[in-house]
């Protein structure tokens, strides 16, 4: 069995904007935080990083720029999904081109294409770039369930590593685990079942909490990588309710929030989606609270 590419806390970073441009200096100031946190990797322009409504240059401009920024320090998978499989392959050979280490490329949305449609588009896609490739399944955004047996099916291209798994079912990494084996990276990307999942052999996660507490996020994973479940548990119960509460309203506006409170980005987001709603605003001051955070 050969050691994970992929591992650990992964941050899905948020993409800080300001009078609606990116907030280059603002997004630095995150990265470093997340890197002296002890992060182990992070996605620019994933789900969280609002890209399905950055342009294309904005998009690959955050790439470079984490990409430079991290300097090898941690992993950086870029986000490349999209509905088309063309503009994923460009946004897969963007990701090379400028040194990222992997690829984050996420089911196809709003057309809904079929198990054989979705295999045929990760296989070209790998197929056209020498880049690690992570499958992203996350059905609840893109109305679109990868299966088991397609995932199967993938796994044995030699450039797809492994799977960020969205979907919250804990059964999914046991069955991966006994049908494709160790070599395959099987990351979480819900954050509440993910100290389950790991119990059950996942590896990381890519996170949506670590944005606002890096810290709790890597301390929870460590002390379940060394088999102290009784502290990972104690980590759990203090960020349940970040989890949770980062979720309450349309996603990322709530850790824009949150970030916000910790003064180190503005709460702005890109249409459609709006800033985050006073009425839930309480539950996340809470949260962050009971996190140990302002």
Same mark, same amino acid.
């Given at each position: ?13 948020? =993409? ?5 441009? @990116?907030?280059?200096?603002?997004? =630095? ?55 088309? =499989? ?5 946004? @897969? ?12 490329? @996420?089911?196809p949305y709003y057309n809904r294409p079929s198990q054989a449609g979705m295999a045929a ?19 609840? !955004? =893109? ?5 088991n047996e397609t995932v199967a099916k993938l796994a044995a291209h030699p450039n797809v ?10 059964? !999914? ?56 479940? @009784? ?6 119960? !203090? ?56």
């Amino acid at each position: 069995m050969t050691a994970p590419l992929f591992k650990g806390v992964i941050t899905a970073l948020i =993409t800080p904007l300001r009078d609606g441009k @990116v907030d280059e200096a603002a997004f =630095t100031r995150l990265l470093e935080r997340q890197i002296a946190a002890g992060v182990h990797g992070v996605v620019p322009m994933g789900t969280t990083g609002e890209s399905a409504s950055l342009h294309p240059d904005e998009h690959k401009r955050v790439v470079e720029l984490c990409v430079q920024v991290a300097a090898g320090r941690i992993r950086v998978i870029a986000g490349a999904g999209s509905s088309a =499989t063309d503009k994923s392959i460009e946004l @897969v050979r963007f990701a090379k081109t400028v040194g990222a280490d992997g690829a984050l490329v @996420v089911t196809p949305y709003y057309n809904r294409p079929s198990q054989a449609g979705m295999a045929a588009h990760f296989e070209a896609i790998a197929d056209a770039v020498q880049l690690p490739i992570l499958l992203y399944n996350v059905p609840g !955004r =893109t109305g679109v369930d990868l299966s088991n047996e397609t995932v199967a099916k993938l796994a044995a291209h030699p450039n797809v590593v492994g799977i960020k798994d969205a979907t919250g079912d804990l059964s !999914r990494v046991s069955w991966m685990r006994a049908n494709i084996g160790g070599q395959f990276d099987l990351i979480s990307g819900d954050d509440p079942s993910y100290l389950g999942y790991h119990a059950q052999g996942g590896v990381g996660v890519i996170s949506v909490t670590s944005n606002v507490s890096p810290e709790g996020m890597v301390a929870l994973h460590e002390a379940a990588q060394a088999g102290d479940y @009784v502290t990972a548990r104690t980590w759990q119960d !203090r960020l349940i309710g970040l989890h949770k509460g980062l979720f309450l309203d349309n996603s990322p506006s709530p850790t824009k929030y949150a970030l916000s409170r910790l003064q180190l980005c503005t709460e702005e987001v890109r249409l459609p989606l709006a800033p985050t709603s006073d009425a839930v605003k309480p539950a996340i001051d809470k949260a962050m609270a009971d996190a140990g955070l302002g």
